[in-house]
């Protein structure tokens, strides 16, 4: 509470909507991203789960084994994994107030992030051209939908990095920015954890699990 | 004394589309309010009117099965009212009304000027009018959802039509239309409880008054936090099933469709492991209203706080594990249903706790029998009937039996109704004089009181009746000579008693708002810290936040004694940090502002803003543009998008407060 803004070697500028420290300590807005996180967690819960369930259920289409090209979305997966690296750079750079450093960084994860991105829509266009559609069955509408709401995830985060960056270009104040951009990455770093596990469930488990029983 | 920082028009500051609003009253201050205790107000009064819609359509319901084989309703229009009955009362009026009191409260309970968001807050109560607008908006577009609030697959996949759903003449295209309402419907009004609960966890956990320590919170705080929790894990995963669904009647996907190898009994899980928690996202708000006025009433301090705020938790965590209790006829197999069977059983425990903590307060209090208490104890009487009802659904055997019949329909409306809402009303009469400084009629109120429960009993009690006697549930009529016509009819006369009963409130609060006895700050001699303050609250609250040193603070700060000694009013002038200078507000002595602040006209609240409704405007329209087909869906879909955009965008770019120069 306000009467605590002394104790603290300085306010937590844009920590909270107006002027005073907190109860915990931790600003509001990164609390409230920590909150969404947990809340994320369930919505992949949710369609992974569903995948998990429909995985053997192919139909007439194709099998996970025969479908999946695993070098490829190795490659960008471990693309998007770096973009982490990059967030943590970006927020380095702002923390230590170096501004060139900081767009340098934000553009290099936006960009990794658009890789991934543009690899995924490649990646559906074949799929759909080998004849495995969102309709075929309810692997393919369980994998569609999973990887799809990731996707839009992704793109979700690299429209806030771009922000950041503009926003950066127009001069706003650096010290307002840093806490948003700690934000933002955390933001990112839960989208890259996720599709880990997804890579993991999605693809890599079924292609072993079938290479195996060949 | 302080004073808030009032903005002086002729400095704001022009931002993008609109000129920062400044206005403090008329309407334009209620479209871009911030004030959680404006936005609590709309929340009550949008809340409420969705309730008397619900209520309306429960007569309709009612008076279609007064007798056999009636032909009031058409089964078409049945299945819709039916349906909207439940979807209003659960999405539209009992989590709201929720809302409303949290909204109002919380900061006042916690000691803090607003919540952690403003803004946020604002576009809850949008997106949630936003939602009740686009799923009533079916009225006009072919039909509202017809396959009850539960939606089971494959009654809900037809189609898919990837066309124009307003093609009159298909009947496809009206159902799936109706589907897509419903999916798109409850999605919107999940953004809405997603933010505000995420908004409730940040203000307890972060904007509590010095010294108010978790322990130390009202018990009605604590409940909100848990609901809040409950609410931010249960939304997703029925979002998903929602998203789920609108493919498949949409794109043709597979999720649900047997014919296309998907499973219908994965839309059964999905719902209830979201379905459960709700339950007790819509009961946990009234059993923190209800442990608030206990202890006002009979002059004690709660029974086993502690206990109280554990068995909350039990309760919420235990939520998650009881799902396939609603799926006992679905087969899952022996080994399912026993565990839980089990484990619904388990969940009785922390309820029975609170049910004994209740009647702990009570038992040797010096009780006043005003309408709040009569609502209270009114939540405990029939909470108990509708959980014991509950317990009998565990047994698995004995479920096969109830299962779709109005044994059901009994017992939840005994929990929702005879606890959910009574506690509501009971909240209402409590906390009426703070929110407009003057008493509710308290002999209106009685007869209010009394119309509800022999109404209410009159319409639940006999469907455990008519439910063991074999009436399914969600039949539009039945036939003459299976023994059911006698409790039908009484049935229906007790819902319009309870209609009786709605309408003395409403006479109430529209006089009481204006003729009503001046309340004071304190008019209950209550407990908690929102009594403190002047009733209506100022826009900032509290002059000086409160120093908190004790769970019942402002008791505390009134009364000394402890133990079996009775209380002894504190003299005025000798409460420990009250400053006898400050007349205005005895108790408020801790400056809010530490040393280094000048002092006195620096209270700093956020400015009102249009972008939380500008953000929520574009939610339905893009809604409604998944109805249509062809260019008309794009232009929708990017109109919509591109004002929710433009909102948000706005949002970011204006600061939650203007400088004060």
Known sequence: MATQTSDMAAPLPGSSDYEHATSLGLANDKLAIWGLIGSECLFFGALISTYLIYQGRTGDGPTPAAIFDIPFTSASTFILLMSSLGMVLALAAIQANEMRKFRAWILATALMGSTFLAGQIYEFSVFVAEGFKLTTSPFSSSFFVLTGFHGFHVAFGILMLVSLWIASMMGRIPQRLHTTVENVGLYWHFVDIVWIIIFTAVYLIPAATSAAAQ | MATIAEHDTSMTTRRGAFRRPTATTGWVSWLTTVDHKKIGILYFVTAFFFFLVGGIEALLIRVQLMRPEMEFLTADQYNQIFTMHGLTMIFFAVMPLGAAFFNYLLPLQVGARDVAFPRLNALSYWVFLAAGIYIYSGIFLGGLPDGGWFNYAPLNIIGPNPGDLLDAGSPVAEHVGRMVLYSVGLQIAGIASLASSLNFIVTILNMRAPGMTLMRMPIFTWMMFITSFLIL????????????????????????????????????????????????????????????????????????????????????????????????????????????????????VPTGVKIFNWLGTLWGGRIRLTTPLLFATGLVGMFTIGGLSGVTHAVVPHDYQQTDTYYIVAHFHYVLFGGAIFGLFAGTYFWFPKVTGRLLNESLGKIHFVLMFIGFNLTFGPMHILGLWGMPRRIYTYADGMGWNFWNMVETVGAFIIALGILVFMVNLFTSARRGAVAGNDPWDARTLEWLTTSPPPPHNYDMVPTVTSRDELWHRKYVGEGESPPVRVPAGASTDHDPADAAAPHQTLPAHGPGHEGHESIHMPSPSYYPLVAAVGMPIMGWGVMLGGAMQVALLVLGGLITFAGLFGWVLEPSAEETH
């Open chain 2, 233 to 348: 894990f249960a939304m997703p995963v029925i979002g998903i099933a929602l998203w789920q669904l609108l493919f498949d009647v949409r794109f043709g996907t597979n999720f649900f469709n047997p014919a296309g190898g998907g499973d219908p009994i994965l839309w059964q899980h999905m719902f209830w492991i979201f379905g459960h928690p709700e339950v007790y996202i819509l009961i946990l708000p009234a059993f923190g209203i209800v442990s608030e006025i206990l202890p006002v009433f009979s002059r004690k301090p709660l029974f086993g706080y502690t206990a109280m705020v554990f068995s909350g938790i039990a309760i919420a965590f235990l939520g998650w594990g009881v799902w396939a209790h609603h799926m006992f006829a679905a087969g899952l197999g022996p080994v399912a249903n026993s565990a839980f069977g089990l484990s619904t059983m388990f969940i009785a």
